[in-house]
Every structure is written in structure tokens, then in C-alpha cells.
């Protein structure tokens, strides 16, 4: 395999090059997700508060509260009314988690930002972002951040594990042995 090595040494310097637009491209994309996420995150609060409106509505007219009317429905015999009180409270609990991690999102600072997203993150919403995604040029102080941090990761994941293996794989390593002296 000592025949590889030469080949090896001439492309390592090509490989890093690559590696490195490739970790700064891919992380690069991540506020550009998150921001995709983010609104429709934001579509999906609002559509939520839209439709909880219209419960409170129709609890002020029958002059109860959110909670009273979603109450009365739960006792009722017919189990398409006790449906109807089940998904006006889980309309309610659904616009405090949007609402919650939609905050949580926009509050977060750039560092804290990924670790929020994986806290809060809705799937059903990040599969809808997926779908649709469009990548984007990030060109905020952010997007250049995770540009620099793709390109430490790609080049600490090659240089640390990836090219020591090659090396030994193509018979020897980088570093020659010293001679000794007498």
C-alpha cells in the first residue's frame, strides 16, 4: 500500500480545501432553517390563535369561559360533543407550546439559538420546513458563525480521525523518525 501514499500527500491539501467549503455550506444552511422554521411556526401559532378565538367567541355567547364551555362539552352523552370539548382545550394547550417555543426561539442569542431549536422543536413542523426548504446565502454575522464553526468541525472530524487512518492505511505516517545520536 506504500504506492498509495504519494497520491495521498498530493490530494490531502485538495481534500482539506474541499472539506472545508463543504462544513461551511452545510452549516451555513442552519439559520437559514431555523429562520424557515420559524415562520411556519409562526403560520402554525397563528392559524391555533385563530381557531381559539373562535371557541372564546362561541364560549362568550353561550356566556360561559373557554374552560366552562370545553368542561360542558366533556359530560356531555353524545361523543361527538365530548370530541368537540377535547380539541377546544387541546387548541388551547397547543397555542401556549407554539407560542412558548415560538418566544424561546426569537429570544434566543446566536450561541443559544441550535440548542433551543432541539428543545423546542415541533417535528411535524420541521418535516413541513424540510419540504419546502430553500437553501439561501446567509449573509448576517450568524450565518457567518456557523460558516466558521462547520469549518473547525469538518476540519477537526478529517484532520483527527479521518486523515491519521488514511496514513496508516497508506503505510506510514506524516512525521519521520528522528535518528538517534550516539
Known sequence: MRWL???FSAGE?????ILCVVGAVVFSQAPEFMQQYLQRLGGHLAEARRQLAQFEELARQAGRTLQ????QYATNADPTVVGMGRLISETETRVGVLSASEVAL???SVWERPFVFLQQIDWEI???TSGVYKPAVPTTLEGLLYSLVGVIVILAVYHGLLSPLARRLCGGSKAKPVAKMA
Do not use: N, Q
Open 68 to 71: 366552562e364551555l370545553a368542561a
Open 106 to 108: 426569537r429570544d434566543a
Open 13 to 17: 491539501t485538495l481534500i482539506d480545501r
Open 126 to 128: 420541521a418535516h413541513g
Open 5 to 7: 501514499k504519494p497520491l
